[in-house]
């Protein structure tokens, strides 16, 4: 999900046909600019090298628990119809196959092993959701676009055993929040209450946080080891 | 999602789908227009439509089973959810909420 504002310009996407390194493209309608969805920004035409930004508040998740927790939620609906039951993908989403049988370039991780790809100051990460599984903390020393060093704390987390569409959250947390105590990561909210305890609950109490400046959702992208790496060979791989 | 590049799928999704609709800046499909280095091109500019005028439903009028899966969104007390087989056939959606242009893509 991406923010269509670029200064005084409000853009308007569409698939442009192509693909690089099997992943989207789209084009704008308003500079025919080309945006490479993996690569997170236009590569060529009029705003060329612009990043696209990706909003922190989107989610995968099912229908059943987004309409729980957002009864008053609207819903897409497209020639009369809010879904089709056919997902073609199934079969992709369910095997080891990479997509159009592309030949991976870095074997460091399976081709298929489903990851979290993100971005601090100039550099990429990615971690892998297998251990963000149950909840995960992560010390990154990172440079600014100034040069400078600092040190940042992330917690992430998915549910233990979630499918792979459902969406890894992340927050940039000031260090010393979460901690693990017996195995457990545990919520510091630093007013003397309980702290919580657990990956599901230390979700909710980070979401019900009054907003801090400390503490920062970290929008990321969910995707293949292979099709991110195939287009950001300088990825940093986590832990 | 680009997997609708696949040839057995696409044929599908091309032929239900019409023209560009009215009132948009026009595409620019020019023949000339040379992709960057390293994009392949399979079909062309709007073979595969993207949504430019998005309508919604309410969620009791919605037709989904509780398994399926969304893209969703809430900002400012405005939510929208976007069911994943829909978007296939369309990778793109421009929308707006709580006065913000976005784009869903999948």
Not at chain 1, 99 to 119: C, M, N
């Amino acid at each position: 999900m991406y923010d269509r504002t670029f200064g005084d310009k409000i853009l308007t996407f569409e698939p442009s046909g192509g693909l690089l390194e099997a992943a989207l493209v789209m084009r704008d309608r308003e500079t025919d600019s080309w945006w490479a969805i993996m690569r997170g920004q236009a590569i060529g035409g009029p705003m060329d090298g612009e990043r696209l930004r990706e909003l922190p508040n989107a989610e995968k998740t099912t229908w059943g628990d987004w309409r729980r927790r957002h009864p008053e939620t609207l819903v897409l609906s497209v020639d009369g119809s809010t879904h089709v039951p056919d997902n073609h993908y199934d079969n992709y989403f369910s095997s080891d196959r990479t997509f159009r049988g592309i030949t991976p370039v870095d074997d460091r991780l399976p081709a298929k092993e489903p990851v979290f790809a993100f971005q601090l100051g100039n550099e990429s990460y990615v971690l892998p959701h297998r251990v963000v599984a149950g909840g995960h903390l992560e010390s990154l020393e990172t440079t600014e676009p100034d040069g400078t060093r600092s040190g940042t704390v992330i917690f992430f987390f998915r549910e233990r055993g979630a499918s792979v569409f459902a969406s890894t959250r992340a927050w940039i947390v000031p260090p010393g929040l979460i901690t693990v105590e017996n195995g457990e990561y545990v919520l510091d909210v630093l007013r003397g209450d309980t702290p919580s305890r657990g990956g599901i609950p230390i979700v909710r109490a980070l979401d019900a946080l009054p907003r801090r400046p400390d503490i920062r959702v970290l929008p990321g992208l969910d995707t293949y080891w292979y099709t991110w790496i195939a287009v950001n060979p300088e990825t940093t791989l986590l832990p | 999602m680009n997997f609708l590049y696949d040839p057995l799928i696409l044929m599908s999704v091309i032929a239900l789908n019409a023209a560009a609709p009215a009132g948009l800046p026009a595409a620019n499909p020019a023949p000339t227009d040379s992709p960057p280095t390293g994009v392949e091109m399979l079909l062309l500019r709007g073979g595969i439509p993207a949504v430019f005028d998005p309508r919604f439903v309410s969620a009791g009028e919605a037709a989904l089973p509780d398994s399926a899966w969304i893209l969703g969104i809430a900002i400012n007390g405005e939510a929208h959810a976007y069911s994943l087989n829909l978007l296939n056939g369309h990778e793109v959606v421009n929308d707006g909420i709580g006065g913000n242009p976005i784009a869903a893509v999948w």
